[in-house]
């Protein structure tokens, strides 16, 4: 009897380690794949500062005044915002998300923060002058930072088994930097750097938040329970 007492424990902590370490492996996988995609925007984006003929940022301008001098439009001061109009949207006419409302803004609210601060910080220390007016904020792309990070949000909220959705959210995203870059608003640099900052914000934010529950109403209902040689008390919890 006590060897499989014994036997007994031993597997239940093999278990629980082998648990562990794949709840570890996990963890540790989101973490590197939470980082990929911004860390390779921002290498980009500071290569694209560089003097090289692939990706400079001065070679892309030149490209742009010599074939698109007279572009301009203001779609890009709306189409920031659209990942965020479009989750709303789906959130509103009931479409089952990741979170509920309270988590879901939380979120959002944390995401908006850290972006913005990045953004902030990266202007006031670098003071890179605008293309179009010689301004000293233009590294990194607020713009594009907004609107990565709203299209990650849309992606992290609404995008599990829905890929039309993130497709969707990215490329709204995407077309924001193009046109930053086409009104001479901003460097190519500027614009990538930016999209990393925006996906890394709200990726930081998504493996750091800690759910909350908010719960409307509860029954709870105490009962004895008897068993076998003694007796107890049974708990139910009933949630509205």
């Known amino acids: 009897m006590r060897r499989h007492q014994i036997l007994?424990?031993?597997l239940l902590f093999i278990s629980s380690n082998v648990n562990a370490q794949i709840k570890d492996?996990?963890?540790?996988?989101?973490?590197?794949s939470a980082f990929i995609l911004p860390a390779s925007l921002i290498v980009g984006g500071l290569y694209a500062i560089t003097d090289n003929d692939i990706l400079g940022r001065e070679e892309i301008r030149?490209?742009?005044n010599e074939h698109y001098y007279n572009f301009h439009v203001t779609a890009d001061d709306y189409l920031q915002f659209a990942p965020l109009s479009l989750a709303f949207l789906m959130k509103t006419i009931g479409i089952e998300g990741r979170h509920d409302w309270f988590n879901s803004i939380?979120?959002?609210l944390k995401s908006e923060l850290l972006m913005g601060a990045l953004v902030y910080t990266g202007k006031t220390l670098t003071a890179v002058p605008r293309p179009d007016t010689g301004s000293l904020n233009s590294f990194p792309s607020g713009h594009t930072a907004q609107a990565f990070m709203a299209a990650t949000y849309l992606h992290k909220e609404f995008g599990r088994g829905r890929p039309y959705v993130t497709i969707v959210g990215y490329?709204?995203?995407t077309s924001v930097g193009v046109l930053r870059v086409m009104n001479d608003r901003h460097w190519a640099s500027d614009v990538l750097v930016g999209a990393g900052i925006g996906v890394l914000s709200t990726n930081l934010v998504y493996l750091t938040h800690k759910r909350k529950n908010k719960l409307k109403t509860s029954?709870?209902?105490?009962?004895?329970i008897y068993v076998p040689?003694?007796?107890g008390i049974g708990l139910t919890i009933s949630l509205k």
């Open 25 to 32: 492996t996990l963890r540790r996988e989101r973490t590197i």
């Open 171 to 173: 490329t709204l995203a």
């Open 229 to 231: 040689k003694g007796m």
């Open 219 to 224: 029954n709870t209902l105490v009962s004895p």
């Open 8 to 10: 007994v424990c031993l």
């Open 62 to 64: 030149e490209e742009r």
């Open 106 to 108: 939380s979120l959002l």
